[in-house]
């Protein structure tokens, strides 16, 4: 069994960044969520041109969200796998 590491101040704290994190990713992408698909030809986004034309905003709401659910898992479970590896109490 997985022995809780985090505080209650802490949790609050991560589950609410998620949360944010989560919302603003969504934002970012606006109604792509759903729709969303690959393109053909990869093309890099940190050209300017390409950045506006390709809807390179959409990829990085996703890659937002997703990093905002690292705490937002992490608050409701209660347990962090790096305060565990590097010995750190909550």
């Known amino acids: 069994m997985v022995c809780k590491n985090e505080g209650k101040t802490e949790r609050v704290i991560r ?4 949360g944010a ?23 890099p986004c940190w050209e300017w041109d390409n950045f506006v034309s390709l809807g390179c905003l959409i990829e990085r709401g996703f890659i937002i969200a997703f990093i ?15 305060k565990s590896l590097f010995r750190l109490k909550g």
């Open 15 to 18: 589950v609410l960044l998620g």
């Open 21 to 43: 994190l989560l919302s603003w990713g969504y934002w970012t992408s606006g109604d792509y969520w759903l729709s969303y698909t690959v393109p053909t030809y990869q093309l």
């Open 68 to 82: 905002g659910l690292i705490p937002l898992v992490t608050g409701l479970i209660g347990w962090c796998p790096l």
